[in-house]
């Protein structure tokens, strides 16, 4: 199957401080996806991005198809953006279609 | 409004009795999952339905079972709970196999 992986694991900011995530992924795929896991568990949607730049408020993603990778930019970070952020690409093979997560990016925001 | 939701957020149980959590979305979406969280925070899919067929089905064990009345809708059922199966279980949906995809709430289970 594809393979997702996810720098750096954990990443501790200081409030204000800009932060960059990346995936990075083994095969091509159609679409990628990015999603936050809050504290108290929610897993929110951020960004379907299957190429090109997306802007949400303090929050932009890229993904570079044809190099098999996706960043995810914070700016300006606040103590509300703690938490685990997870890219996922589909996969299909053998008659089986699954999104794909990677293990995540633990963001801690301090004040 | 509450785009995917879920029920019961928490259950706890005993050992070998069966337990079912339910799932609605209101997304109008043709695509539902479910998918496992285990204590490492690791996702891994376990069902999914697209317009009431099952369209994959992981390695999960046969006492794992999901019923979809409708499109709008897919319950997991478990037989003879066991230890192992403590995690938290999350239900999504997408339009399509490749559509954004939405979370539930998410259900913790916790086994004893």
């Known amino acids: 199957g594809i393979q997702v992986e996810q720098s750096p694991p954990d990443l501790i900011l200081q409030e204000g401080a800009n932060s960059t995530l990346r995936c990075n992924f083994s095969?091509?795929?159609?679409?990628l996806q990015w999603f936050h896991q809050n504290p108290w568990g929610q897993l929110i949607n951020l960004f379907y991005i299957p190429s090109g730049t997306k802007q949400n408020g303090r929050l932009s993603a890229t993904t570079v198809a044809t190099e098999r990778y996706s960043l995810l930019y914070i700016s300006s970070s606040q103590t509300t953006d703690s938490g685990v952020y997870f890219c996922?690409?589909?996969?299909?093979?053998?008659?089986?279609?699954?999104?794909?997560f990677g293990k995540g990016t633990k963001l801690s925001v301090i004040p | 409004d509450t785009a995917v939701s879920q029920t019961p957020k928490y259950l706890v149980t005993q050992m070998g009795n069966d337990k079912s959590i339910k799932c609605e979305q209101n997304l109008g979406h043709d695509t539902m999952y479910w998918y496992k969280q285990d204590s490492k925070k690791f996702l891994k899919i376990m069902f999914s339905?697209?317009?009431?067929?099952?369209?994959i089905n992981e390695t999960v064990p046969n006492r794992f079972s999901p019923k979809s009345p409708d499109k709008a809708h897919l319950n997991l059922h478990i037989n003879s709970l066991e230890l192992g199966d403590s995690a938290v279980y999350f239900c999504a949906s997408s339009q399509g196999l490749e559509g954004s995809t939405y979370f539930g709430p998410g259900t913790r289970l916790t086994v004893l």
């Open positions: 339905y697209n317009n009431k067929e099952l369209i």
């Open positions: 095969d091509s795929v159609n679409n």
């Open positions: 996922a690409v589909p996969y299909s093979g053998a008659g089986s279609y699954q999104l794909t």
